[in-house]
């Protein structure tokens, strides 16, 4: 079992910066897939980024150049660095545990509570 606690939602105007991280339970963190998805209200969760045990990351296309996911694996945590926002990136962010690389929402086993992000025009 895998619990998942992300931290560093707020508001911010367009063109600023935040840094969401994820705070992961258990001793084999190292060994899973990590991702960050996004809900908005009335749409479906989006795949936004993922790193994988090896290292290997993945963007979506609209966030590329502007986020970058990094993970620290003797604190048991994930990052997402999102730069230049856009009110479009307003959204409920998530943070997933997979036991296999991929960038599909129900491919992941364990989730975080989500925090909300705000950006202002």
């Known amino acids: 079992q895998v619990q998942l606690v992300e931290s560093g939602g707020g508001l911010v105007q367009a063109g600023g910066s935040l840094r969401l991280s994820c705070a992961a339970s258990?001793?084999?963190?190292?060994?899973?897939?990590m991702g960050w998805f996004r809900q908005a209200p009335g749409k479906e969760r989006d795949f936004v980024a993922v790193?994988?045990?090896?290292?290997?990351?993945r963007y979506s296309d609209s966030v590329k150049g502007r986020f970058t996911i990094s993970r620290d694996n003797a604190k048991n945590t994930v990052y997402l660095q999102m730069n230049s926002l856009k009110p479009e990136d307003t959204a409920v962010y998530y943070c997933a545990a997979a036991k296999t690389y991929t960038v599909v929402a129900t491919g992941y086993d364990y989730w975080g509570q989500g925090t909300q992000v705000t950006v202002s025009s």
């Open positions: 790193s994988g045990s090896g290292m290997l990351i």
């Open positions: 258990g001793r084999t963190f190292n060994t899973y897939t």
